[in-house]
């Protein structure tokens, strides 16, 4: 059974930063691209960003760029999401998502807040 | 970015009801694979979005055969032949041809 589990969301001030995992099994992790999606609250879905199997290939949404860094180890079946300059508006669940094209599989996200 | 649209923001249907949800893309999402990136996910109430269908019409593992998904270029349709208690919840289109990846505005499903 595939299964993604996210931790490292909390509270957060404005300018701050947070590392989000994603442990993951049930899969052959190293065989698969990942990818990061957020949802600020009562809100729609918003693609972050994606990392190829390898680590070799990142995407990531303008409204993160140069702020956050996708990254994996393949060693241990995790993803990672580096949150730096935090703003009140990255304030979002944050889902870990398998997949490129299609996101197949979805962890049950976790939950950050950036305020003062 | 390609913009996906979805129609309507709402909508209210009846148990045992058939149901359809719309989405247009700004752009074709043909790739140059010969594949056409468009998924359709449901999202319950207080739960993750879960992945219904895949490449316009394919359905993911352990999805009901009631949900099917058409379409071409940038019109695409989810239909829910028979809408059961359990399919409440919003649902939405995302595309996966480009970069960045887009989701449509969702549609909020509600069993009358």
């Known amino acids: 059974e595939v299964q993604l589990l996210e931790s490292g969301g909390g509270l957060v001030q404005p300018g701050g930063s947070l590392r989000l995992s994603c442990a993951t099994s049930?899969?052959?992790?190293?065989?698969?691209?990942m990818s990061w999606v957020r949802q600020a609250p009562g809100k729609g879905l918003e693609w972050v960003s994606t990392?190829?199997?390898?680590?070799?290939?990142?995407y990531s949404a303008d409204s993160v760029k140069g702020r956050f860094t996708i990254s994996r180890d393949n060693s241990k079946n995790t993803l990672f999401l580096q949150m730096n300059s935090l703003r009140a508006d990255d304030t979002a669940v944050y889902y870990c998502?398998?997949?490129?094209?299609?996101?197949?599989?979805w962890g049950q996200g976790t939950l950050v807040t950036v305020s003062s | 970015d390609i913009v996906m649209t979805q129609t309507p923001l709402s909508s209210p249907v009846t148990l045992g009801q058939p149901a359809s949800i719309s989405c247009r893309s700004s752009?074709?999402?043909?790739?140059?694979?010969?594949?056409?990136?468009l998924s359709w996910l449901q999202q319950r109430p207080g739960q993750p979005p879960r992945l219904l269908i895949y490449k316009i019409s394919n359905r993911f593992s352990g999805v009901p055969d009631r949900f099917s998904g058409s379409g071409a270029g940038t019109d695409f349709t989810l239909k829910i032949s028979r809408v059961e208690a359990e399919d409440a919840g919003v649902y939405y289109c995302?595309?996966?041809?480009?970069?960045?990846?887009?989701f449509g505005g969702g549609t909020k499903l509600e069993i009358k």
């Open positions: 998502d398998r997949g490129l094209a299609t996101l197949d599989f």
């Open positions: 752009e074709s999402l043909g790739h140059s694979d010969g594949n056409t990136y």
């Open positions: 049930g899969f052959t992790f190293s065989g698969y691209p």
């Open positions: 990392i190829s199997s390898g680590g070799d290939t990142t």
């Open positions: 995302m595309q996966g041809t480009q970069f960045p990846r887009t």
